[in-house]
């Protein structure tokens, strides 16, 4: 969930939830050789290569999915029975939730660019 996301998801303010952030980044850093962290696109488009990253990364016999696109599409099928209201909370992708998101890039881009702690944390981990 980006910061964006995470305030359209609880109303609260980009300093607050940038603060969030920067601590769970840098907890997370000192966590690194104990994860596989991967990227949401990553997650949703290339799922058994991350399991078989993971499989090695831990030797561990993690089943791959028997039919990837099914389970997505199963995934999404769930996710669109689900109410207008619970979508937003849940953070799926939507035009409404899009819309949000775009409104609040200047204001989270420009508290970014003035509070660098926050993107140096996520570096550490990422690069």
């Not at 840098?26 to 966590?31: A, D």
């Not at 029975?81 to 849940?90: G, M």
């Amino acid at each position: 969930m980006t910061i964006k996301s995470f305030m359209v998801y609880s109303g609260k303010p980009v300093e607050v939830l940038a603060k969030r952030y920067e601590i769970f980044y840098n907890q997370t850093f000192y966590l690194k050789r104990h994860l596989t962290i991967a990227s949401f696109d990553d997650v949703i488009t290339q799922l058994d290569t991350l399991i078989s990253q993971v499989n090695d990364k831990f030797n561990i016999p993690l089943r791959y999915s028997e039919n990837e696109v099914n389970d997505v599409q199963r995934a999404k099928n769930v996710t669109n029975n689900v109410h207008q209201e619970a979508i937003k909370k849940a953070g799926t992708p939507n035009p409404e939730r899009e819309k949000a998101k775009a409104d609040l890039s200047e204001k989270v881009d420009e508290y970014l660019l003035t509070n660098k702690s926050v993107i140096e944390a996520f570096e550490k981990i990422f690069y």
